[in-house]
């Protein structure tokens, strides 16, 4: 069951990164395949997600905004970044560029080097720890097993994706932590 929580908040967590589409495939294949016997557990899973994800705009609701505002906003947001025409070379690996030195390219026209400051030295160390554990981990379950594809899936995605360092916190370091 406290496996069930966790992949429900961590799911939240990526459905509110704004990569919605990308996320919700790649999380409800994983969730798919791993839990098609176990329905039960994938309802529970996709609801804890589905909760988190309308938590974080708990101010645009608290406003005012209502579901049909909710829902053109998520719109906006699918179309803003397919017409944002971002070269998606230019800022491969930029997340790691942020976990081991602190500074990352921001991708908008001026491509400016900011540092972020709060990141610290546990940043690339926590990383490395857990990129290391991913291995020995392989052979230990089926549910170790999945959050680890999981996780190089993930790790695919931001590597060729323009990122904010708050979505590295939100959603890549508890993933390590988590193994």
């Given amino acids: 069951m406290i496996f069930c929580i966790c992949a429900g908040v961590f799911f939240g967590m990526l459905l509110s990164t704004k990569t919605v589409v990308p996320f919700f495939l790649l999380f409800g294949a994983w969730l798919t395949f791993s839990f098609w016997k176990q329905w039960k557990t994938l309802i529970i899973i996709i609801g804890i997600g589905t909760l988190i994800f309308i938590a ?5 609701f608290l406003l005012g905004g209502a579901l049909r505002s909710f829902l053109g906003l998520q719109k906006y947001i699918v179309t803003y970044y397919g017409n944002a025409h971002i070269p998606l070379l230019e800022f491969a690996g ?3 560029r942020l976990i081991y030195t602190g500074s990352w390219k921001f991708w908008d026209s001026s491509r400016t080097i900011s540092h972020y400051s709060e990141w610290n030295l546990l940043w690339p160390l926590i990383f490395s720890w857990g990129m290391w554990q991913l291995r020995s981990r392989w052979n230990k379950n089926n549910g170790y097993r999945m959050l680890i594809i999981f996780i190089i899936l993930y790790n695919l995605f931001v590597f060729i994706t323009p990122i904010f360092p708050r ?10 932590i988590l193994l």
């Fill in 94 to 96: 930029n997340y790691l």
């Fill in 167 to 176: 979505y590295l916190l939100l959603l890549f370091v508890p993933l390590v």
């Fill in 56 to 60: 974080t705009y708990y101010q645009f």
